[in-house]
């Protein structure tokens, strides 16, 4: 449950989680075995298919809620059950410890309910003296330490067996075996009294049918079943986000939530209940059943166009599974009560700004969970919306507003950039920096900086443009603020490529930073200012394509870009035509250009590749760059190629601790290979892996892609 | 239809369910009171008293089979008695410490996940697939579908009224512990599924 207080003890907290031994191995076993029994259980399945069906559902369910809502409670009641809806967790807490009383119950079992965690209803029944139990092995666990779930699945995930083992002693009075196996035994014996004698059972709800009234609950150890069973009253909780319109929609999920969460095609149990059900020891012999429908603030995020998403969600946890922050942090600090990237959306609205203006900056953008999420949640882009939420509400920290008020003036901000050249001499040392001046000082030693290059891009183009009299197609080139003004070679090698193939190529010189780091920063206008700016710059130049070299930039000019502008009139059309021609330098080479072997002289030299994020996840190019390092040289693969460098524009500078681990694991697999020459698609990552490699001393040569091809062209 | 059988099997067992093939509902009797004959005894999960030696087991071997046809019951019943195990079709709520068997005859059968459906509106067999070291149930062949939707009208139908209806995937099982699987959590320690040619 992350409590800090400030970013300060937020990134103490998470030191503190970067040194727990445990965890770090555990967490990297889990993201890469998890990863491979995923693939494995998504093998014979239309997974693109299924998520947008399972969006859809759920869509047209968080439209028709209070239809849904009218329909079940119908057929619930027609089944004997009571159902209400608690605006709040207070209400809902209150209506449940309410039903105990008139109940007259004193012991209550429950089985696993994240809705129930979301409103602290154990800590309420127990202030009101009831007594509670968690029936579920995790959640057990994690009571009996008054913890709170590092995962939604996996709520005991932080935890070894040997601590597991400890607490069980403790609790049964002898010292016990340390085997998982053994110590689920342990559970199953202590519980199974408190689930003859419980008076009460509280579970959640996965699924709400209103066409029949149901509830469906998954779990693989069985305890929701005895939970429902047992005793004389049961009280499901959920969200009413978790009604669907028919069973079949439930069906639907159901083939994308177990193999998400765990990859398992199916859990052990899913438990349909439908009604008052027959129970020997119930008035009449019958069950006294409850539903609570919680609002808790989810009516009102319906109706915000952009946030309703979140209600595609199926509690998977998934997005923390492939999370390379979780990973390094565990749930703890990766969310308040829910985890992952969605519990970061989530806190924010159920457990207020608070809590979430620390975690909201923990996510560095590399889109993996928003590649796997089982509602296709852009979880990410809502991540970056929630910080300009949150800066239009608490006003905007000074270094945000002073960036976003610079990049406005695209003159400014070039030439500040030209004046960073001479303000950086004194510190200058070869092509790296050894110290940044001002807040990029602090911590940012595990990687070195480059330099600002002598000669921008900008001002080197007019040299090195080709002359083509009658071209095959026309390229306009979008530079981003890294290679035209740090690294302006690796624009140059591009030309080269290209010059070979009779392309006419331009350099719009109106065009500024993408806009990309200040929106990570949570400023909107200035993300949409620049993107106007970077429209209007390319909209007289007669192109075909727009290449850039920046992965990042690609997607955010592709994608982002649209979005940002919608609801601009004067720049709907033109920012179409805009992002319709953006084309990431790879693909371009590879399937425009249609470079092959001819070429190059392959050379003999092994080269690694990082796959960046925005390039593979965002913009699902895959294949083209393997083969045109294959082209060029010897293509040597390594481990977790896709996996993020940590780098993440400001992420790096706000949480250096975890974008230095994440450089250091992604170089340590990239050595595993033996290569010594390293190439991406990403200015940004290059930055990062560069400077990482400096400080290493790993004698790793690490270009863009286009220096490759350029050096060992034909 | 031999090939969803075939399919069945391969995907139910992949769950670690056991599934054996049967030619009539005589031979699920014998399957069953041989099995429990010979089991393990079935542990006491509530101490019998505060302070009983622990682990403690049940003294007879019993199994539940509470929606079974009169004569079906008679049947299984007979099986049973030559093997001394006891049969039973209610009480359940005495015997929450344990039973070594809850024996059923399913509803429905899925191929794409190996699942079997029961349908468990009655107390007694819900509690006897809940607290039974072995769950044995018997599917017929006839009613296995590819998958849930393909079997959405016969849910349907088996949730038409006050219904408590039962996916079950392979026996009970959790990774709660470091992620080690392990089988037999709150529920059956086994499952077997035993295919009805009809
Ligand atoms: S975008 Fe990457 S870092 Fe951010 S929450 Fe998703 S997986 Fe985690
Ligand atoms: S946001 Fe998506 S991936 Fe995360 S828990 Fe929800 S459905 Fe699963």
Known sequence: MHNAENLKEYREDMQEALDNEFLRKSMDAFAVGYRENRAKAFADINETELIKKIADCKD???KNNAALLQQFTEEAEKRGVKVHLAKDAEEANALIAKIAKDNDVKKIIKSKSMTSEETLLNHYLEDEKFNVIETDLGEWIIQMRHEGPSHMVMPAIHLSRYQVQDLFSERVGEKLDSDPV????V??????????DADMGISGANFCVAENGH?????????????TTAPRVHVAIAGIDKLVPKLT?????????????????????????????ECAIGEDNKKEMHIIFLDNGRSKIAEDEMFSQIFRCVRCGACANVCPVYRLVGGHQMGHIYIGAIGLILTYFYHGEEKAKNLVHNCINCGACKSICAGGIDLPGLIKELRARLNEDNGMPMETNL?????????????????????QTPVKKGPYLRHLPLMFMKDQGFRSFPSIADKPFRDRFKEIKPMVHNPSHRVALFSGCVQDFVYPEQMEAAVKVMARHNVAIDFPMDQSC??????????KQATIDVAKQNVDAFEGTNCDYIVTLCASCASHLKEAYAELLEGDRKYKEKVKRFSAKIIDFSSYAHDVLGVSTEDFNKSSEKVAYHASCHLCRELKVVDQPRNLIDMAGEYAPSAEEDVCCGFGGTFTVKFPELSSTLLDKKLTNIEATGAKRLVADCPGCLLHL????????????????????????? | MSDLKELFREKAELVAAKVTDIKSMDEAFAYAAKYVAEKNPCELLIPSSPDAPQPEFLEEKIMAAPELSDDQYAALAKECEAKGVKLIKSGMRDLMAGIDAGFTICDAGFVETGSIVQQSNGEELRLATMVSEAHIAVLPVSKIFEDSIAAEKLLLELMSGVAYTAVITGPSRTADIERTLAIGAHGPLELHILLLED
């Open chain 1, 60 to 62: 047209y369910a968080v």
């Open chain 1, 182 to 185: 053994k110590l689920t035994k």
């Open chain 1, 187 to 196: 559970a199953r014996r202590e519980l199974r009294r408190d689930f003859a």
């Open chain 1, 215 to 227: 509830i469906g609950i998954a779990t693989n150890e069985g305890n929701a079943r005895l939970t």
């Open chain 1, 249 to 277: 929609d439930a069906l639907t999920a159901l083939k994308a939530l177990p193999r998400n969460a765990t990859g398992q095609a199916l859990t052990s149990y899913v438990t349909w209940i439908g009604g008052a059900n």
């Open chain 1, 403 to 423: 960036l976003g008020k610079v990049l406005k003036n695209r003159k400014l901000f070039h030439s500040l950039l030209r004046f960073g050249k001479w303000a």
């Open chain 1, 514 to 523: 993408c806009g990309l780091p200040v929106q990570m920063m949570g400023e």
């Open chain 1, 690 to 714: 560069r400077g990482g490699s400096n400080v290493r001393e790993n004698g790793m040569k690490v270009t863009h892609i286009a220096e490759l091809l350029a050096e060992n062209l034909k």
